[in-house]
C-alpha cells in the first residue's frame, strides 16, 4: 500500500484526529499572541516583527480554512484528511519560528533557543513531505513513477528529519552565541535546503509527468515557486522568514483554485455514484441460490465496498456442465478508477475462462492484455479456480491473492498454502503456475479479499486468527450463514471505526456428482438371477472397470441375488428392483438391492468361521460374508415395509 493510502487509513480509523488537529492550531495561535504580547515587538528587531506578523497570519487563515472545510471531512477522500494535517503542521512551523524569534538575544533562554530552532528544521522537514503527498493528491499521481519518488521522499524524510539534532553536538546548519543569539554562518548550512530543492525537483516532475489537467499542473508551478522565492529572501536579508508563511498561503490558494469547485459539485456527483453503484452491483452474480438446478454445490459471495463503488470482485460461473469456475479478485487502487478497472478485468477473466483455457492460461492472457495499455500502471490480484463437478478436483492459480481457507469432510478450515504468482497487471513477462485440490463430498472452499483480514477498530486488525475462528465456528452451517455471520464478526470487531477497504468473500460447498441411476426389475426367480446382474457388468465395462473387479462384483452380486430369491418371499412370488449409478470423488458404482419380503438384515449375520475346516462349518452365511468382503461400503434400511440394501465399490 502507497505511503499516502496507510496515511490515509490512519486517519480515517481516527474519529479524534480533526477536532486534536483543529484544536492543536487555535492554541498554537493563541500561544503565538501571548508571547507575542510578552515580549513586545518594540524590543526586537523590525524584521522579525515583519516575519511574525506573517506567521500570525497563516495561522489564522489555516484555522479559519478548516472551519469552512469541515462538512467536507467526513464525506470526501484522503486529500482532506492529509490538507488538514498539513495545515496543522504548517502551523506547528510558523509557531516554533515566531518563538524562536521571539527569544532570540535572551542570554537566559539560549538553550531554549537552540531547542526551538532544531526542531524548526525538523519539522520543516515533515512540512514539506506532506506537501509532496498534496501535490500527489492534487495531480491524481499514481503509477511506478509517483511511487518511486514518494519513496525515495519518505528515505529523504527519515535522514533529513536527523540531520537537526546533530546541533546539539556540532554547528551543522547555525551557532548560538551565549547571548542566545541564533546565527546562519557555519558552512554547511545550505544542507537544511537540499529536501526542500529536492521535493521541489519532484514536483516539477511530477508537473510534466502527470495526466491532470492543465489547470492543476499551471496552478501546482505557481503556488510552488512563491516559497521558493521565500527561501531565496530570506537567504539574501538576515531576519526575514517567509518560507512557512508562503507555503500555507500556497496551500490556501491551490485549494481555493483546485479543490473548492470540488465541494460545488459534490451533490451532482453522488447521484453518478450512486448510478456507477448499481452497475457494478449487477456486473456480479447476486441471485441466490445460484444455479438451482445444480445439486453438486452450493454458493454463495457478497461485497461491501468501502467506498460508493469498489475495486474488489467475485465471480462464479458454469464453463460447461461439469466445469464450474470461481473468481476472486482485488483491485490496486480504490473509487472509481479501481471500479472500471475491476469491471474491464472481470470481463478478461470470464472470456478466456469461457473459452476453455486453464487458470495459469487465462491468468497469463489477461495479464499480457491488461500490460499492453495499462497507462495508469494499476494491478489486480486474483485468485481463479476451476471445479470438475464429476471428480471434485479444483485446478486453481493465485496471482498474488490471499490464501485459500479449505474444510475438508471430516475437519476443520485451515489456511491452505498455495502457490503464488505475480499480480496481474505489473509485468508482462510474468508467467503463472496451477495447483489442484481434491474436494470431497462436503468439502467447503472459502476465498477472500485483503479486506477481511486487514479490517481494523481503533487499536489492531481482525486478522487471519479471528478470521479461521469465526469460520469453525459457523463451519457447520449453510454458506450463506457462514458469510453472513463472519460479516457480523467483522462488523462488530470494527465497532465505530470507518470500513478502509472493501470486504468481499465467497464459500463454496461441494456435495458430490451423482449420475443418473440405472434400474433393472425381475422376479425373485434364482433362475433369472443373470437379468439383474448382466446390465451392472456391461455398465461398469463401459466405465473401464479392471477385469478383476468385474470378476468379484458379479460373484458378490449373484450371492445377494440369490438370497433374496431363496428367502425373502416364503410364501409365494415376488419381485426384485436393481438400481445402480456412477459416484465421482470417490469414483465408485452404488448398487441399491430393494425387496418387499420378510424383514431381514444381511450386515447383522452371524458371519462364519472360515478357520475352520470345511466339514464342520456351518451352513449358510457364506455369500454375505464374500460380499461384506467385497464391498467397500454397505448400508442396510428397512423402509416402507421394504428391505433396502445399499452397497458401494470404489475403482
Not at 425387496?595 to 451352513?619: C, H, M, Q, W, Y
Request: aromatic share 12%; with cysteine.
Amino acid at each position: 500500500m502507497a505511503v499516502e493510502g496507510k496515511l490515509t487509513k490512519f486517519l480515517n480509523e481516527r474519529k479524534w484526529v480533526l477536532p486534536v488537529l483543529f484544536l492543536t492550531m487555535c492554541v498554537l495561535f493563541i500561544a503565538t499572541i501571548v508571547i507575542s504580547e510578552i515580549r513586545r515587538f518594540e524590543n526586537i528587531i523590525p524584521t522579525f516583527a515583519f516575519s511574525i506578523g506573517g506567521e500570525v497570519c497563516a495561522m489564522a487563515v489555516a484555522i479559519m480554512l478548516t472551519l469552512s472545510i469541515l462538512p467536507a471531512y467526513k464525506r470526501q477522500s484522503g486529500f482532506i484528511r492529509i490538507f488538514v494535517t498539513m495545515l496543522t503542521i504548517g502551523c506547528i512551523c510558523c509557531f516554533l519560528d515566531a518563538a524562536q524569534m521571539l527569544i532570540d538575544s535572551i542570554p537566559e533562554l539560549a538553550m531554549l533557543n537552540k531547542v526551538i530552532c532544531i526542531f524548526v528544521f525538523a519539522n520543516e522537514i515533515i512540512f514539506v513531505f506532506f506537501f509532496w503527498l498534496f501535490v500527489t493528491y492534487a495531480l491524481e499521481g499514481r503509477g511506478r513513477l509517483f511511487f518511486i519518488l514518494t519513496n525515495i521522499a519518505v528515505i529523504g524524510l527519515a535522514v533529513f528529519t536527523i540531520l537537526p539534532f546533530v546541533n546539539f553536538f556540532y554547528p551543522l546548519y547555525f551557532t548560538m552565541s551565549p547571548e542566545g543569539v541564533y546565527a546562519r554562518n557555519t558552512q554547511t548550512w545550505w544542507i537544511c535546503r537540499v529536501y526542500l530543492i529536492m521535493i521541489a525537483i519532484f514536483v516539477i516532475i511530477a508537473i510534466f509527468t502527470s495526466k491532470s489537467g492543465l489547470k492543476s499542473k499551471i496552478t501546482i508551478a505557481v503556488f510552488m515557486f512563491i516559497p521558493l522565492a521565500a527561501v531565496g529572501i530570506g537567504g539574501y536579508k538576515y531576519g526575514v522568514s517567509l518560507l512557512y508563511t508562503t507555503m500555507m498561503v500556497s496551500l490556501v490558494m491551490i485549494y481555493a483554485f483546485l479543490f473548492s469547485e470540488n465541494e460545488k459539485t459534490l451533490f451532482s456527483t453522488s447521484k453518478e455514484l450512486g448510478l456507477a453503484t448499481n452497475i457494478q452491483r449487477h456486473m456480479l452474480p447476486s441471485i441466490f441460490p445460484a444455479f438451482p438446478e445444480k445439486k453438486e454445490f452450493n454458493v454463495y459471495a457478497l461485497m461491501n465496498p468501502a467506498k460508493e463503488v469498489g475495486g474488489d470482485f467475485y465471480d462464479f460461473f458454469l464453463i460447461d456442465e461439469t466445469h464450474l469456475c470461481l473468481v476472486m479478485a482485488d483491485v490496486s487502487d480504490k473509487g472509481v478508477p479501481a471500479a472500471l478497472f475491476m469491471m474491464a478485468s472481470k470481463i478478461m477473466v470470464q472470456n478466456y475462462a469461457l473459452m476453455g483455457y486453464s487458470p495459469k492460461e487465462v491468468l497469463t492472457r489477461v495479464n499480457r492484455q491488461i500490460c499492453s495499455n495499462n497507462q495508469d500502471e494499476m494491478f489486480v490480484t486474483v485468485w481463479l479456480g476451476v471445479l470438475d463437478l464429476k471428480t471434485g478436483i479444483m485446478t486453481a492459480a493465485n496471482a498474488g491473492h490471499e490464501r485459500p481457507i479449505i474444510k475438508k469432510p471430516d475437519g476443520h478450515f485451515e489456511v491452505l498454502k498455495d502457490k503464488h504468482g505475480f499480480v496481474v497487471g505489473w509485468m508482462e513477462e510474468s508467467v503463472y503456475s496451477e495447483y489442484q485440490i481434491q474436494l470431497e463430498k462436503g468439502s467447503k472452499l472459502f476465498v477472500y479479499t485483503d479486506g477481511v483480514p486487514e479490517a481494523r477498530n481503533a487499536t489492531e486488525q481482525f486478522g487471519m486468527k479471528r478470521t479461521v475462528e469465526s469460520l469453525i465456528k459457523n463451519e457447520d452451517i449453510p454458506v450463506e450463514q457462514i458469510c453472513e455471520n463472519l460479516l457480523k464478526d467483522i462488523y462488530s470487531f470494527m465497532g465505530n471505526t470507518p470500513q478502509f477497504d472493501d470486504i468481499t468473500m465467497l464459500c463454496l460447498e461441494y456435495n458430490g456428482y451423482e449420475q443418473e441411476g440405472n434400474g433393472v426389475q425381475l422376479p425373485a426367480d434364482r433362475t433369472k438371477i443373470a437379468e439383474g446382474i448382466n446390465p451392472i457388468i456391461a455398465f461398469l465395462k463401459q466405465q473401464g472397470a479392471e477385469h478383476k473387479l468385474i470378476y468379484k462384483m458379479e460373484l458378490a452380486l449373484e450371492e445377494i441375488l440369490a438370497n433374496v430369491a431363496s428367502y425373502a418371499y416364503r410364501e409365494g412370488a415376488g419381485e426384485i428392483r436393481i438400481q445402480y449409478k456412477l459416484l465421482e470423488s470417490p469414483r465408485a458404482i452404488e448398487i441399491t438391492v430393494i425387496d418387499e419380503g420378510v424383514a431381514f438384515n444381511p450386515l447383522e449375520a452371524e458371519e462364519p468361521d472360515t478357520t475352520a475346516p470345511s466339514e464342520l462349518r456351518k451352513i449358510g452365511g457364506l455369500g454375505i460374508f464374500i460380499t461384506k468382503k467385497t464391498m467397500d461400503e454397505m448400508k442396510y434400511d428397512r423402509r416402507n415395509n421394504q428391505n433396502v440394501l445399499i452397497m458401494k465399490k470404489l475403482f
